[in-house]
């Protein structure tokens, strides 16, 4: 999948060595799941070679275009991260902990694309915003029909029968 986005492994010298990659929107077209259908990233890795281990740094930064949670119209987000990845050779390839990764010997590269979507969603905020981009402002037809429908249901009276029920006791 994505083989754009591996790595080599074998052939690295002992050392530092770094990888730039390009994010674009058809990337996130291979994740069915994703948040973000469009965006524009830079992804470098930096990979420090050594006996039997890898050591990378990955840096990605760019735009993403997410879904706002307030008025629901779509904005760029600025996204700016910095992971670490330990690999580590063995019998077979698996994931050991968020941050290392077994690596059957026999590997040629270790392909970045499920690490880079993965980092790219942990660095968005937990709420999505207009405002947390400089000069965003939410669309203001959507937020005037949430007022309007905060209004309607403050001002109905809704009662639940079950607590009803219970009030009558006391």
Not at 48 to 77: H, Q, S, Y
Not at 127 to 144: E, W
Request: hydrophobic letters at 40%.
């Amino acid at each position: 999948m994505l083989r754009e986005f591996a790595v080599p492994v074998t052939g690295l010298k002992e050392g530092r060595h770094k990888f730039e990659f390009e994010i674009e929107d058809t990337f996130f077209d291979h994740f069915t799941e994703t948040e973000i259908h469009k965006g524009l990233l830079h992804a470098v890795v930096q990979v420090d070679k050594g006996n039997g281990f890898l050591e990378m740094e990955i840096g990605i930064a760019g735009t993403v275009e997410v879904i706002c949670d307030r008025c629901l119209e779509p904005f760029r987000l600025p996204v700016d991260c910095t992971n670490r990845l330990y690999v580590r050779f063995g019998e077979r390839s698996y994931e050991q902990t968020d941050e290392v990764v077994v690596l059957a010997t026999g590997e040629n590269e270790l392909n970045m694309s499920q690490y880079f979507y993965e980092f790219i969603h942990l660095a968005l905020p937990y709420s999505k915003v207009h405002s947390l981009v400089p000069g965003g402002i939410c669309d203001k037809s959507m937020l005037a029909r949430l007022r309007s429908v905060e209004v309607d249901r403050k001002s109905a009276k809704v009662t639940d029968p079950r607590w009803d029920q219970l009030r009558k006791l006391i």
